[in-house]
């Protein structure tokens, strides 16, 4: 879903266990520890290692997500509805300076309301009738596409997860 110019709305971050990030994050984890043979220590913590490769996938999806919608001349706003965010509850909207911000916003909401009936409402309050409003499903929707184009063809991987 392009937004083309249109502002985006997150009502919901991806729900990750719904996709198959564990698993691309252990396919990127092996292919580590196979180019790298003669690490053993890095074979030991196969598991950090894919820890921090899901971690990395989060972060770069909040990245495409953010520098898409600004390439495309909207903006992201992250809105809350009945949430629970860090140590407080209820409602609320932000609008990320960074995607570093928006993963955290991400990462940060525990629970979000489903888009409808409350899309023309958002649209509405933030007067913005042409926004495209994303609710979990539909950022879930979107983090599985994203990954699925994750290939390990590419010959490129950041080392420097592997500490």
Known sequence: RASQHRPVILLG????????LVKKANELSEHYCQHHPD????????????????AFIKKTFA????????????????CWL???????QGTGHHIPQSAAELNALMAGVISY??????AHYIRTAFRS????????????????????????????????LVT
């Open 13 to 20: 971050a991806p729900s990750w266990n719904k996709t198959s």
């Open 39 to 54: 690490d053993e220590a890095s074979r030991g913590r196969l598991s950090d290692i894919s820890h921090q490769y899901s």
């Open 63 to 78: 990245d495409y997500v953010y520098q898409t919608a600004h390439v495309n001349g909207g903006g992201v706003t992250v």
């Open 82 to 88: 009945g949430a629970s965010y860090g140590f407080g």
């Open 113 to 118: 309301s489903q888009r409808d009936p409350y």
């Open 129 to 160: 009738h042409d926004a495209l409003v994303l609710d979990e499903d539909d950022s879930t929707t979107i983090a599985q596409e994203f990954i699925n184009g994750l290939k390990l063809d590419t010959g490129e991987y950041p080392t420097t």
